[in-house]
């Protein structure tokens, strides 16, 4: 009898608890009234936003003050959505470089297209889990589509496939697994396994090699030409004395627009080099890719179609924003070969489809349903708005590299192959070097504009990168007049009077 009592009263405890987190964490899923509140303060923060960006700065200097944030509390109680997005907006959003910003030309800006981050929302909202077709057809068959379609651009045939990844890295690092294991290279071999590559090679493309553990592996730095680019005859040359010296040739990577300069390979001639002499081809077009879409880009991207496979960044030139990126491998068994996997829980996805889930091609099992963001503008503008956006950066930075030309002690690099070109302050009188990085130093400071730095030779250079949806001639014009107000400023006395 006692223990029947004691059993209805631990029944009676428990439903009182249960009652009682149900009633509280059932918060957790708002109401109607609830999420309209905060929908309409993230939209009308969202709108402030992208309607301040014609006079928003590109840069914002910032100091330890932003690690405080470190110290905010993660309170137990519910927070007020207006001060948790002013937090956001001052401690977040704005210290640092503002890559939407039509003045910034540092890097590869990421557009941070309004319409996608809108699918991204409907991703999130949805959250369809995109790793495996019996899981979500719809989503894995977007993401197919969306492959295809780079697959077409790029000149493959049938049996091409890939997966859409977060980044350029992620994917140069699956691209390298799968030359790696397509080659059939054991560790023991490592040491022996040679990359071609030269000194413009994306540094992604080093780290990977360590990522995937072939740290020990020989890394030969072609000679390049006066505009930056791979020598084909170098290649040849260096792949006959490595054949000589016992050495295994592997793989080859050409740049289609590098990140320095811009600076596109002799891809067709790489390519020839490679199919005669057994080496697997991987370009990494993860800025240019897209410029494809051009008639120009297409005939300076002539020869990519002989890679066996290809980097493309959307977040780069479809202005999606940042986590979009791309892997496509001419020969998709191969990708699918090198990322295996079985485990007993996942027998109830094994679904004949007739194509590949991002599960099996690649390192990701957890995954966002990351081609919404790429599937909704591409629907909804049309490819030829994204093809004149393209056609217009690289004559804006044609424009742009032909102005400076004219100007006194301005020295610039090579003309723009696609968006971007290097130049420096290059004056009679004065340490150049040192001029130079008290002008950038001057830029950083007032922060309307933003330009990146490489140094070439031991030469500080700026480096200029056209590639942000929302910077059209009158940011290119004002631009090119901050410069020559800023060396007025700071331009050395010559002594003469």
């Known amino acids: 009898m006692n223990y029947s009592v004691n059993l209805v009263y631990l029944e009676k405890m ?31 923060y969202a709108n402030r936003f992208y309607e301040s960006q014609p006079e928003e700065k590109a840069y914002r200097e910032f100091n330890e003050s932003v690690k405080n944030l470190l110290n905010e509390p993660i309170d137990e109680e519910a927070g007020e959505v207006e001060v948790i997005l002013r937090e956001l907006e001052n401690g977040v959003v704005r210290p640092g470089l503002n890559t939407v910003s039509g003045r910034h030309f540092g890097y590869i800006p990421g557009g941070g297209l309004a319409s996608s981050a809108i699918g991204d929302f409907l991703a999130a909202v949805t959250n369809r889990y995109a790793g495996v077709y019996a899981s979500s ?10 492959i295809n379609w780079m697959s077409d651009l790029v000149g493959y045939g049938e049996g091409s496939g890939g997966y859409l990844s977060s980044g350029g890295s992620h994917a140069n690092l699956t691209a390298l697994v799968t030359a790696r294991d397509s ?16 000194q413009q090679t994306h540094h992604c493309v080093d780290r990977a090699l360590n990522i995937a553990g072939m740290k020990e592996s020989k890394r030969r730095y072609i000679p390049m030409d006066d505009r930056f680019r791979m020598i084909p005859s170098e290649l040849v040359r260096s792949i006959e004395q490595d054949r000589n010296d016992g050495l295994i040739p592997w793989v080859v990577v050409a740049s289609a627009g590098s990140t320095d300069t811009g600076a596109i390979d002799p891809l067709d001639k790489i390519g020839g080099i490679a199919r005669e002499n057994g080496l697997w081809y991987h370009v990494d077009a993860a800025y240019g890719g897209f410029f494809i879409l051009t008639d120009d880009g297409k005939e300076k991207l002539k020869g990519i179609e002989k890679s066996d496979s290809v980097v493309m960044d959307p977040h780069k030139g479809l202005f999606l924003p940042y986590g979009t990126g791309a892997l496509i491998v001419k020969d998709v068994k191969k990708l699918a070969e090198a990322h295996r996997f079985s485990a007993n829980y996942m027998k109830d996805a094994d679904v004949k489809s007739g194509i590949y889930s991002p599960a099996e091609i690649s390192p990701e099992l957890s995954k966002h349903f990351r081609g919404l963001r790429m599937w909704l503008p591409l629907k909804l503008h049309g490819v030829k708005r994204f093809r004149d956006a393209l056609e217009e950066k690289q004559l804006l930075a044609r424009y742009l590299w032909e102005k400076m030309k004219t100007v006194d002690d301005i020295e610039v690099g090579p003309e723009p192959q696609l968006s971007i070109f290097m130049f420096r302050w290059n004056p009679e009188s004065g340490e150049s070097n040192v001029l130079n990085r008290e002008l950038h130093k001057s830029l950083l400071k007032e922060g309307r504009f ?23 001639q009158r940011e290119v014009d004002e631009l090119l007049s901050t410069i020559q107000e800023k060396i007025k400023v700071i331009k050395p006395n010559d002594g003469s009077a």
């Open 14 to 44: 428990i439903q009182d608890k249960l009652r009682e987190l149900e009633q509280s964490s059932s918060k957790l899923n708002s109401n109607l009234t609830e999420r309209s509140h905060l929908q309409q303060a993230a939209i009308e």
């Open 137 to 146: 057809p719809g989503a894995v068959v977007v993401e197919t589509r969306l």
């Open 450 to 472: 933003f330009l990146s730095t490489t140094e070439v030779d031991g030469r500080f250079f700026f480096r200029v990168a056209i590639l942000s949806v929302r910077t059209h």
């Open 183 to 198: 080659a059939e290279l054991k560790a023991a071999d490592y040491s022996k396994a040679v990359i071609y590559l030269t």
